[in-house]
């Protein structure tokens, strides 16, 4: 009788290999769920700190949390401070313990109290290395708390490692050095993919209420038009590709919705857009926290130019199209008749909201 | 009322050559610095920036006249001038881009050490320092103007836009992502970073070039004398990424293989147009994406 040289086999809690006369389907290992990183006698902690964006942290932030994570050993604790609320769970970042600072959103300019919190916080917890995501919330705060104490840091780190971190120099070298104790970590350092969760385990802050000092004062944010915020910068749009027959009713969608116009390649070569407005890999790269494509099949270079948004809604009549299996909601459909629809839900809604 | 402003510029790095030339960041900051001066004396453009290039060159080599300077404060005549300030080598030839950028002086304080005492030093009875948001050479890592804020105990506020001053106050508009703009006031004394995407023009004039001087501040001794040891290595390669070490069986690796990685959000095929656009309103309310 032949054996299957490929037949499924299980690995046990010991983790010794077993050839078990199973259906295939039933030894799905990688379905199950990670396991919660283990952790003994904890008596070291990392200090995550990171401002949340819409009650959500973005690739950065993550990204820093997995990289204490990572290097984070079996008597270690991952602590992330958030600042602003947060609406999701995230212990697939790894982050063991969580304080959420809901006052200190990044809307709002209090960068003395933002730095007193972490001071106090950091004082009662000492951790051993203390990781923030370089971008211009983070890195800004970061670097207040770096010139205030006198620990030893680094800024835009491109590398890190258990041993050393980098650094790049202006002249493309890599600056090696030895692991400081605040790291300002760079975009796209870490992969985010780990074998284990984190407990994530709310605590509550034990630390005093600071006076924001005479210094500062906000003025309040300024409305810009969505018209005027340039694509890269946009963080809602709505984007037109050859589906999209009434240019008029898209536009009036994308005001109803306050966003941005893009457009894909085949819409601009028509001379429906204006060139700056093509999104893909010979126009622009966006990263907006919602993109919604309508009547984009969705070509690898457009694909390519959305990399980066987090939340992308597709109206399209193909259902096998590329656009599709990117986007994290697809409506199937004539794309003039559900903007129309949209449209009259949208008026709907905010007629609604005037009357409350 | 504002007396004085300066600015502190660095060499920058040529982003293919390498060759030194000044550093953009700086170069914005430099020439808001000028604007705000322009906007303080209410005065014309400065003197050479309408005859310069055309006929007189040799008029304008010879342009001799003391430039008034916020180091010296002429009192009774209400002119101000930026002080623009390096601490590095006064002979470097970069240093003369901030010359053709509009800086009448370029103030060096010649020293490779203890930079922010120098330059706290010279900036301690200073109402506004400008600088950009990072260097292009050396660390790069941006933290200059926070140490030096730290110790001078001045406010900062980064990401500047656009400066106002109003009154002992400065207003700001700061940059922040996602096409969002804030509005800050800042208590002078104060240093401000400007942000990369300030909406400034830069003009090079080399008749400025060539009128402008750069004059060697002395510097600070050096308080510590012995050289501080670090550990840092340079290397020629591409960063690598930070990865979490897996202990998978042979099975899990040929599984994840094989299995296509389940990737698409929801499809939505039946109903009618409204029903459809129904699931997009209740997708972006879901996820907090629309504020109605």
């Known amino acids: 009788m032949r054996i299957n ?15 078990v006369l199973a259906a295939p389907g039933q030894v799905a290992a990688h379905d199950q769920a990670k396991p919660v990183r283990s952790i003994k006698n904890a008596n070291k902690n990392l200090l995550v700190v990171a401002h949340s964006n819409k009650g959500v942290l973005d690739d950065h932030a993550r990204q820093t949390i997995a990289a204490a994570a990572i290097l984070a050993d079996d008597a270690t604790e991952v602590v992330t401070i958030i600042l602003g609320e947060l609406n999701e769970s995230i212990m697939d970042t790894g982050a063991d313990k969580v304080i959420i600072l809901a006052d200190l959103n ?39 708390l770096i010139a205030k104490t006198s620990k030893s840091a680094a800024t835009q780190v491109v590398e890190i490692d258990t041993s050393h971190i980098a650094t790049q120099s202006g002249a493309g070298l890599l600056i090696q050095n030895t692991l400081p104790e605040i790291i300002l970590l760079a975009k796209d350092t870490v992969d985010t993919h780990l074998p284990f969760t984190g407990e994530a385990q709310l605590i509550a ?74 999104i893909g890999a010979t126009g622009k790269t966006v990263a907006a926290s919602t993109y919604i494509a309508i009547g984009i099949s969705g070509a690898v270079q457009h694909l390519q130019g959305i990399k980066d948004c987090r939340h992308v809604i597709a109206i399209n009549k193909d259902a096998s199209a590329a656009m599709i299996k990117r986007a994290d909601l697809s409506v199937i459909g004539d794309a003039e008749e559900i903007m129309q629809a949209l449209l009259m839900l949208i008026h709907q809604a905010k007629n609604v909201q005037e009357a409350a | 009322m504002i007396q004085r402003i300066a600015a502190l510029v660095s060499i920058g790095l040529h982003p293919n050559s390498g060759a030194a030339r000044h550093c953009r960041n700086d170069s914005l900051a430099m020439t808001i610095g000028l604007n705000l001066i322009k906007s303080l004396t209410q005065l014309a453009p400065p003197p050479l920036q309408g005859e310069g290039w055309g006929g007189d060159g040799v008029k304008a080599s010879q ?55 120098n330059l706290a030093e010279n900036l301690k009875n200073t109402d506004l320092i400008l600088t950009g948001s990072r ?9 200059l103007p926070y140490v030096l804020a730290q110790k001078l105990n001045f406010p900062l506020v980064a990401n500047a836009l656009t400066i106002k001053l109003v009154g002992d106050k400065a207003e700001i508009l700061q940059f922040l992502p996602k096409g969002k703009r804030r509005l800050v006031s800042v208590q ?46 340079l290397i020629n390669r591409k960063p690598i990424k930070l990865k979490a070490p897996e202990h998978k069986s042979g099975h899990e690796r040929l599984l994840a293989a094989i299995s296509s990685e389940n990737k698409g959000g929801a499809v939505v095929n039946e109903g009618n147009s409204v029903e459809k656009a129904q699931v997009i309103l209740d997708y972006l309310r879901e996820h907090r994406l629309v504020d109605f």
């Open chain 1, 205 to 278: 802050p034990k630390i005093a209420s600071f006076d924001a000092s005479a210094h500062y004062k906000d003025l309040g944010m300024q409305s810009i038009a969505a018209t005027e915020i340039a694509l890269d910068e946009a963080d809602f749009i709505v984007s037109a590709g050859n589906g999209v027959q009434q240019i008029a009713t898209f536009e009036t969608l994308a005001h109803a919705l306050q966003a941005s116009i893009g457009a894909s390649r085949v819409a601009v070569d028509d001379g429906k857009f204006a060139r700056d407005k093509q």
């Open chain 2, 188 to 233: 002078l004394p104060a240093v401000i970073v400007v942000h990369p995407l300030a909406d400034v023009d830069l003009h090079y004039a080399f008749a400025q070039k060539i009128a402008g001087k750069i004059v060697a501040l002395p510097a600070l001794k050096p308080a510590n004398t012995e050289k501080i040891a670090t550990q840092t290595r």
């Open chain 1, 5 to 19: 040289p490929r037949r499924p086999q299980q690995t046990s809690p010991a983790g010794l290999k077993r050839i």
């Open chain 1, 106 to 144: 990044a809307e709002q300019f209090q960068p003395d109290v933002a730095l007193a919190c972490i001071t106090a916080l950091i004082a009662s917890m000492k951790p051993t290395c203390i990781f923030m995501p370089d971008n211009v919330v983070d890195g800004d705060l970061g670097r207040r």
């Open chain 2, 63 to 117: 342009h001799d006249e003391p430039i008034p300077l916020l180091t010296s404060p002429l009192k009774g005549e209400e002119q101000y001038a930026l002080q623009v300030l390096h601490a590095g080598d006064a002979q470097n030839l970069a240093l003369a881009d901030y010359l053709a950028l509009g800086a009448p002086q370029i103030e060096v304080i010649e020293t490779e050490r203890d930079i922010v005492e």
């Open chain 2, 135 to 143: 260097a292009e050479g050396g660390q790069a890592s941006g933290l």
